[in-house]
């Protein structure tokens, strides 16, 4: 008796509704045996990950502002992903953003500069991480290079770049040392959305292109051929549609929206530029894109959830000394259980009896 | 003549683990899986191995800590890319993720510890001849091990029948399997010699390169790995070079750093990385009459029956 996989005639809808949550189910079954074996109380733990931060208006606050970068960067990369493009560099892009808005925040700071100033910065952020993207583009379109590698390699080559500008050029002159520019002036800030609270403009942003992805992917030939090149490439070949102007096309608006996301993130939450202004937001982006199945509207629940597993994560560790890993250990057990549960949509199991079957003769 | 020994002997030392986990991702890859965990499997092997060593003071032991952990890490991605016939892209990212997270939360008890590091060979007369003395006969057993494993392989997949039938499943795993070679089953122990050599590759930076674990600490070698079997166009003695000229990279940007030349620590410390996009470029470029990847690499295979 055997245990095997058999590809389903058609794929089932059922599952590909339900199994996220089976997936979460799983995850949260698994990090009770984890915390078990840490010694923690698990119930007192899961309290903390996840009903805590829902009961009070700072921490829901919070979750939304760390849900902004990873939505943003998580819809670009599922355009890629959708169209067969792996771009996992999104975190070099995300860097790469930071640095090329910052260039004006730093540029402008104590002059009399205009009301331009945050318009400039989102502007050339998203050009910024739009070009570093192409790189790993236009490697694999005229090249054939791995985008994987490329686009990888490249998130060290960013991370020592913003290093090398705030220990260097762009260090604050009166910042006791530190590695990191001044503290941006307010032109040059993100606006919040309620005074005195966390809530910042750059959540409205990423619902925004939450939207723009939904009409996108629903409402455009450009959205039908990205979904038709990555699911059959052959019928769109014969469609003649041109998958490597998607590849560029798709690294493009993933690279742009990650950049963006970054100078969001470092004009609004963080208030100037230094290493460190990134908790892995472009990783845990990739698996927002798959827990929310490559659907905008699926990322942004998925987004808040994983937000609020950063911030259940961080009080988890205040309150019970719990290791920040294991949010990251969290993360990446979820992610192998949509994975796996994502393949039953295709295949199901079934139980096989060698024996019987060379006697029938049949296959 | 004293800096040009030290500047092979480092050498030496920052490729080893390259070429390991490179000979590891290289068999995986010819039978036709690609595992992209590697980082994580290594990170993981790293925290294991140097837990293994520092609770034993064996670095032996250490090092089956690590081979074990790269293993099962790998068996993992077997169940998932294999077993359940998941994108081994998106299972490999997955894989680097969790190692990551694993390594830190594995390796959190003895970050600060310090062990002796593996000993280095010494043969009186031979060790001590200038120049290549400690070069050919003074080095720690993983150099030598590296070097045996790489020979190894070459012998298993050009030499032996079970490697040919191992390229099989590489090149056309529908073949393979209408002539009866249990395909899964073929892939599934490449993967996990593939998990082993990356867990030992890992561990070999605590036990070896330096005597501490700290988190992150295969700071991309993982990756470069991967491109290094891409560079080295699939084939063993190709992976040799690659190994030694990215080892030679790294370790000529470190030097280049203290001898304080006028250029920015953090464009040196970038060389390796830009280096591997460089390489990746031009050979790609070179390779315009077809590839010389695996046909089967990274495809996903259910047996009909």
Known sequence: MQLVLEKRAERSNTIALVSPLIAIGLTIITMTILFAILGKNPLLALHAYFIAPLTDSYSLQEIAVKATPLVMIAIGLSLCYLANAWNIGAEGQFLIGAVAGSWIAVKTQGTDAGSWVLPAMLVLAAAGGALYALIPAICKVKFGASEILTSLMLVYVADLLLDYLVRGPWRDPHGFNFPTTAEFDPVATVPLLIEGGRLHLGSIIALLVVAAAAILLGRTIKGFEIRVVGAAPRAARFGGFNSNQLVILTFAVSGALAGLAGIIEVAGPVGHLQPGISPGYGFTAIIVAFLGRLNPLGILIAGLFLALTFIGGEQAQIAMKIPLDVTKVFQGILLFYVLACDSLILYRFKLVFPNRQVASGTH | ?305
């Open chain 2, 1 to 305: 003549m004293e800096l040009i020994e030290a500047i092979i002997l480092a050498v030496l030392a920052a490729s080893t683990p390259l070429l390991i986990a490179a000979t590891g991702e290289l068999v995986t890859e010819r039978s036709g899986v690609l595992n992209l965990g590697v980082e994580g499997m290594m990170i993981v092997g790293a925290a294991c191995g140097f837990g293994g060593a520092w609770l034993t003071g064996s670095i032996f032991i250490g090092a089956l800590f690590g081979i074990v952990a790269g293993t099962l890490m790998s068996l993992v991605f077997a169940l998932m890319a294999l077993g359940l016939a998941v994108n081994q892209v998106a299972t490999g990212l997955a894989l680097t993720i969790l190692g990551v997270g694993l390594s830190g939360l594995i390796g959190a008890g003895f970050v600060g510890e310090r062990i002796t590091p593996a000993a280095h060979l010494y043969i009186p007369g031979l060790t001590d001849i200038p120049l290549i003395g400690r070069v050919l006969f003074g080095e720690d057993a993983f150099v030598y091990f590296s070097l045996a494993l790489i020979v190894g392989i070459w012998w298993f997949l050009y030499r032996t029948r079970a490697g040919l039938i191992l390229r099989a499943c590489g090149d056309n795993h529908v073949s393979a399997h209408a002539l009866g070679y249990p395909v899964l089953r073929i892939r599934t122990f490449a993967v996990m010699f593939g998990g082993g050599c990356a867990g030992l590759a890992g561990a070999y930076l605590p036990l070896a390169y330096t005597p501490f674990f700290i988190p992150g600490m295969t700071a991309g070698r993982g990756w470069i790995a991967l491109a290094l079997v891409v560079f080295s166009s699939w084939r063993p003695g190709r992976l040799v070079v690659g190994a030694y000229l990215f080892g030679a990279v790294t370790i000529l940007q470190l030097h280049a750093q203290g001898w304080g030349v006028g250029i920015p620590s953090q464009l040196m410390s970038a060389l390796p990385y830009l280096a591997t996009v460089i390489v990746l470029v031009l050979l790609s470029r070179a390779r315009t009459g077809g590839s010389t990847a695996p046909a089967a690499l990274g495809t996903v295979f259910v047996p009909d029956r």
